[in-house]
Structures are given as C-alpha cells and as structure tokens.
C-alpha cells in the first residue's frame, strides 16, 4: 500500500466505484453493457440476459429494531427486482446470500424466508439458490437477481435526448418521511417502554419504507401503450441523484419543476410535522423504488393517460446544467444532496 | 415466532438449507435445476445458463491477520468459478457485493479489486457489476458467477450409478494444513511480535489455502478426452461431506479406499508435525477446490492417462451405506466429519 491512505468517504459511494472499475476489461463478446447502470446485460445467441445484484447490511441498510424479518426478505428481493424492471426487463430468478449469527433462530430464518417467497410468488420469480453462513455479528443479505429482456430492447441511463420529458411514476419521499418515523418512534420506546408507538395513520410512509414494491406495472403500462423510454432508472438513493445520473450518463442537462415533483398527502404532513421540506423529501431522500425515465416528446398525449405516471420537467443540453425551479420562480442547481435541503 | 426456539446448530448448515428450502416453488418453466447442487440451470430458449453464489464473511471465512487482500480478492471469485466448473460449464460472467468498514482505505480496495480482475482475467471471465457499501464492522464480499452450458450437458450431484468410479482431481488436505500453519504462526507473532513467521517452506500449503484455482482444466480434459462424468461436484467441504452429497442425491452408497486418497507430501509432513491424521485432513479439512466425480467403468483406461485424476473408490447400492475401507483393512462409516478423528 506505500503508506498512502486515501479514505472511501473522500470519493464517496459514486466516485469508488468508478475509481475501482475505471479499469475493467471485458472480454465476452456477449458482454453489452457492464458496470454502471440498474442492472448489466450479457447477450447469449440472441437472448439477452440482465443481471444485477445488491446486499443489504443489518445496522446500515435495515434496524431489526423495526424492521420484521418478513418485511425484510421481502425487500431484499424487491429492490433487486426493481432495478430488472428498470432495465426494462423481466426478472425470473434471484439466488440468496445470508450471513447471520446465532442470535437468530430458526423460526426468525423462517419468517425472512416467508417474506423472500412471498415476493418470489407475487413477480413470479424463482429462487435457485445462494449460500447461508454464519456471521460472528450483524446480519448480511446478499440477492443477485437475473431476468430477461427482447433483443436490444433493454433500457439503459444513457440514452436521453433533447427535448425529452422527464417522467416518474408514484410519488416519492414516502419512504424516507416513514424512516423517519420508525427512527422517532424507536428513540421514544428506548427512552418510554410502555408507550406504544403510533404508526397506524400513517401507514402508506412505514409501507413504503418497510415493504416496497418494484414497478413491474409501470414498465408493462408503457409496453401496452407503446411509450419507449429513452432512457430509465429506479429511484434508490432519491430523485436528484438519480436524474443526475441520467444527465451525467446520458451527456445532458434538465429542467425540472418543483411544482411537478409527485408527493403524497402523508408524506407532506409527516414533512410538515417533522419540519422538512416535503421536497428535499422527495430530491434526497431515496428508497421508494419508483421508476425515474425519459419519453420523446410526442408521447406526451399518451403519457397523460396514467394517473401513475407525472411528467416532473425535460432535457436539455449538457451546458444548461441540472437545474430545478422552484415554486418561488427560483433556479437552483440540482445536486445530488438535494440542494442541501437536508443540512 | 409464537415464543418458540429453535436453535440453527440444531440444524447444521445442510440441515438449515433443506428446511428453509423444503417448500420453495418453482414457476418458471426455464429452471431446469434448482436449490441443492453446486449451481442452479436455467433454460433460457434452449441455451443454459448456470448460476451460483457465494458469500466470504470476516471472521468466518478469512482472517486479514494473514489474507492478502489481493489473495482474498482473487479466491473470492475462484470460489464461485469453481461451482460453475463442477456443473460441467463454463464461467462468464460474475458480480462483486462488497462491504467495508472505513477502517479500509482506497487503497486497501484497490489491492482486493487487482485480485478480483486477475481471477477474471486468468478465467477469462468479465465483472460486470455489483454494489459497494459501508460495513459497521467487519469485511463482507458477496459474488455471483453466471456461466454456460451446451443444452443438457450440465453435471448435478444425482447421477452416479451402482459401479462407477468415483474420481478426484489434484490432492486434498492441503488447504486446511495451510489454514492450521497460518493460524499457528497469527498465535506466535500475536505473543512475539519480533519473530519473522516461516512460510518459505510451506509455499505449497498456505497457497493452496490463500489462493486457490478451480479446476477449469479437469474440466476441459474430460470433455477432450470424451470422458462424461455421471455426477460432479467440487470439494468445498472436505471429501466427506462432498461424497455423501453425492451418495444422498444420487440414492447409493459408496466405497472410498483410504490408500488412494490423493494427499501431497508437503500435507503429509505437516500433518505429521501438527499430529494430525493427513486422512482426516483430506477427509474433513475442505476448500481443496478439487473436483469429485463419477465416471463408467468402461472410462478407467482413459481416466488413468490423467496423472491429475485418482480413482479413490466405486459407487454401491444405498443399502451398503458410505465407507471407508482404511489401510489397515478396517471399514469405517464415512460422515460429513471424517469419521471424527478432528476430535
């Protein structure tokens, strides 16, 4: 190592992995498109298979505190599963990695495995195999799902133009504003024991958080009515970081309206009661699983036809920058913290 | 959980698998082979793609006191290339989940990558995604390797027939002899930091240990040679366990000779100095990587043109059970523990 120490976190999550791919050979012909997008494409005679994989770590991606392990198989295997969809792809199998430590139970394995099958039989996947170990701490989660997609009809983050509209499906900051509410609650009950925490009205922010579900009907919605995205991506880490990947990937700018940006009732109120801007919500704070793409122009009659679909701005050059209007009539550079909402 | 306990011990590791596993259902028309074999097989339009995954958990799988992460990188994927070998097919592709904890640098992940992108390289095998996250604690690497078969030549566990030879590539027991050396040397530099640890003449050992190559040549000599193995498998766990993997799922039993029993002579000396039985090394020490097989007895003339290849035993009727005839002239029943002489 030549006594050099560089810290992960002065590249941050983006900036490693590009660091650590920058020099990634590929030697299969069949290999279309590697490192760097929802999921990779490898093409066999004709088929095209997607491929893509991500692991959730207990204290960084879940709390067992207020996650139930049914909720959490579920999700595993749905985050996976949404970034095949946002290929514009159709998942068919996952393979299972778990590590745990033997604070776990048998029966606790069983309701994570509940969960995991249950969202097998709900997109109609299988699950094939993976690797179950023991862990000295924590508990480890590791899903690879593969799925197939139509010759070259795969949907990659690269491919917006000019002019094109920028559209999400659902509505996002749910997730986020639910998380927030779990974190509260579980601070009361270590401090109260005997309260009781409150979730029942607020049930659609504490779904989105704990159980997410992959956009299967927004990418077959587009197929029946003939919409190709130029571009898609699914919103893991929030809007603003996700859009700007598509700019970045795609060489490009974009405009995008406040105003426009899909947000629930409950998570507005959550917002308000929490004193966050519902907004930086939505820009920053990731996890809803909704599918973020770009549609030609011309499709905007069609479009208009989902109610689960909002058109939230358009594409422009790359000079233009990623910019989003405010309600105020302000332009604020987009960044991928949100205009730093959060601080 | 209604209050009820079952411990995972109770269970073993196999024992874990078959319960969580016993009611998995298959909808997919394209899995030809699922949970219970070194890799599932996909039918994909009449090509197979043969998928597995592992996972290398701190503390449980390695000891950084004396992995190079380099090394760690490297055995990583060749772990995961070595089930795609036992199914009789060829690796192409692989994912890379890791986990770190900021006490690694950049740095520290260039060296695991270099060894990541060498095992690719050498088995001409591309890396093509994955996903990079912090650890609380401790160091997690997740791999999927994605492989292919020609239609229907896949090689499962099941298929051994009464009077096959059962045949194993390289020698056994050094991987764990390795482990036991590097583990004594950690003890004694812990206590006198001063001395220099003696590895230069155990390089074969701690090699086989710290990096270790799946047998993509046996592979390629069989199907040269028209040599079409009946069952496949590769030693992960010890010869044992693997033989009785094939025993149960196949339904037979088998006669394993302890003379023929391939173990290197640095294995034996070491044994020797360790006083342990290099028998039980081999049958119980595991990541060997090697690869079991079963063949018709009209291949033994072929099979000993190998001098990579020992014919240790033949298969039998499940009735006669799984045994080890010992050199003494001794039958002993053969257990996933090497008939205890760890104890």
Partial sequence: MDGQRTEISSLGEFGLIDHLTKNNETRQAGTLLSVGDDAAVIDQFGRQTVITSDMLLEGIHFDLAYTPLKHLGYKAVAVNLSDIYAMNATPTHVTLNIGVSN????????ELYEGVYAACERYNVDLVGGDTCSSLKGFVISVTAIGEVAPDKYITRSGAKKGDLICVSGDLGAAYMGLQLLEREKR????HPDVQPDLQSRTYTVGRILKPEPRADIVNWLQENGIVPTSMIDVSDGLSSELLHICKQSDKGCVLYEEKIPIH?????????????????ALSGGEDYELLFTIPQEDYEKITRSEQISVIGYITEAAEGAVLLTKGGNKHKLTAQGWNAFE
Same sequence: chains 1, 2.
């Fill in 188 to 191: 009361i009950y270590m401090e």
């Fill in 265 to 281: 009732n409950e998570t507005r109120e959550m917002a308000l009661e929490f004193n966050i801007d519902p907004t930086a919500c």
């Fill in 103 to 110: 604070r776990f139970s048998v029966e606790a394995l069983d």
